[in-house]
Nanobody, 124 residues
């Protein structure tokens, strides 16, 4: 069983930056692809970014491409999401997720373990 705990959320101004982190425990971190999703108020869960087991391959949603970077540190069992040029529409609860599959996926049903989520609020 894998436990995921997000940290680093909070309030930021439009145009600013925030960095989210996710600490994993209870499994072999390097055997999971990792992803970030978000749910904005009144909206469906949305894919943000994903990274392969090794960290070599990444995938981003078009809505964040060029503004967001996902990275991982397998030695520390951590995955990070650096968000720059924030927009009010980035306001959401952000979730870290782990996928035991081989491919880097943007489909939420491919992910097996989820964190509790962390709030990110971007003011205009």
């Amino acid at each position: 069983q894998v436990q995921l705990v997000e940290s680093g959320g909070g309030l930021a101004q439009a145009g600013g930056s925030l960095s989210l982190s996710c600490a994993a425990s209870g499994g072999t971190f390097s055997s999971y692809a990792m992803g970030w999703f978000r749910r904005a108020p009144g909206k469906e869960l949305e894919f943000v970014a994903a990274i392969s087991r090794s960290g070599i391959n990444t995938h981003y949603a078009d809505t964040v491409k060029g503004r967001v970077t996902i990275s991982r540190d397998n030695a520390k069992n951590m995955v990070h999401l650096q968000m720059n040029s924030l927009k009010p529409e980035d306001t959401a609860v952000y979730y870290c997720a782990a996928d035991v599959g081989v491919l880097v996926s943007n489909w939420r049903n491919d992910y097996d373990y989820w964190g509790q989520g962390i709030q990110v609020t971007v003011s205009s």
